[in-house]
């Protein structure tokens, strides 16, 4: 993605949305994941409007924040604070939950470091954090070293049960994950995650 280009944002923001609307039409909706894509949908048409107006923004998640510096530049969105707020916790709360999951998980394989099913929830985790945008926070170096983390994490895991029922398992919630990545930062995960070298 090109981020001096306000199109590449409105594309971006135009996949949360389909993504959101998409996971809406399931049986049983995941309205947290849905709530995270609007979130983001928002984020990215709000950064887009920052690029075009040419202003500079830190990278940020907050709506809140960002909705004002549009306003600063002269454009009025008519957003209800409190709804940004909401949308802006689902970000927040998505990035949290990989970040415990890694702890607890790492916690758990400090005392069983054979603990297969610790490693794929750390893999998971991992992959969460580098599909929802977390990656251009911290810098395509960090963003790198999270991908090869979970690589080496679901290789150890399928190295203590390469199992075709572990794996599938594995896999189905991977794919549930895999949805979200629209640039395919993933692919080598899965690879990993499958027990293919």
Same mark, same amino acid.
């Given at each position: 993605?090109?981020?001096? #280009? $306000? ?21 049983? $909706?995941? =309205? ?31 709506? =809140? @924040? ?13 957003? #209800? ?8 916790s689902y970000a927040a709360a998505a990035h949290q939950s990989f970040m415990r999951a890694i702890a607890q998980a790492d916690e758990l ?10 490693? #794929? @929830?750390?893999?998971? @985790? ?5 599909i929802g945008d977390w990656g251009l926070e911290i810098g395509v170096q960090r963003r790198d070293e999270l991908r090869d983390t979970a ?29 979200? #990545? ?9 690879? @990993? ?5």
């Open positions: 993605m090109k981020e001096d #280009d $306000p199109l590449s944002w409105v594309q971006k923001a135009e996949e949360d949305w389909v993504t959101a609307n998409l996971l809406l039409r399931r049986k049983r $909706p995941f =309205t947290g994941i849905v709530c995270f894509h609007i979130q983001q949908c928002a984020e990215k048409y709000l950064k887009a409007i920052l690029v075009f107006k040419s202003f500079a923004f830190p990278k940020i998640h907050d709506l =809140t @924040a960002l909705n004002k510096m549009c306003e600063e530049n002269g454009v009025f969105i008519g957003m #209800d604070e409190d709804v940004l707020d909401v949308l802006s394989l400090a005392k069983t470091p054979e603990y297969y099913e610790a490693l #794929d @929830a750390k893999g998971l @985790a991992l992959s969460g954090l580098l690589i080496e994490t679901f290789k150890k895991a399928r190295k203590i049960a390469p199992h075709a029922g572990v794996v599938k398992s594995v896999l189905r919630l991977f794919d549930e994950l895999a949805k979200c #990545d629209k640039e395919g930062v993933l692919k080598e995960v899965r690879q @990993a995650a499958e027990g293919k070298e």
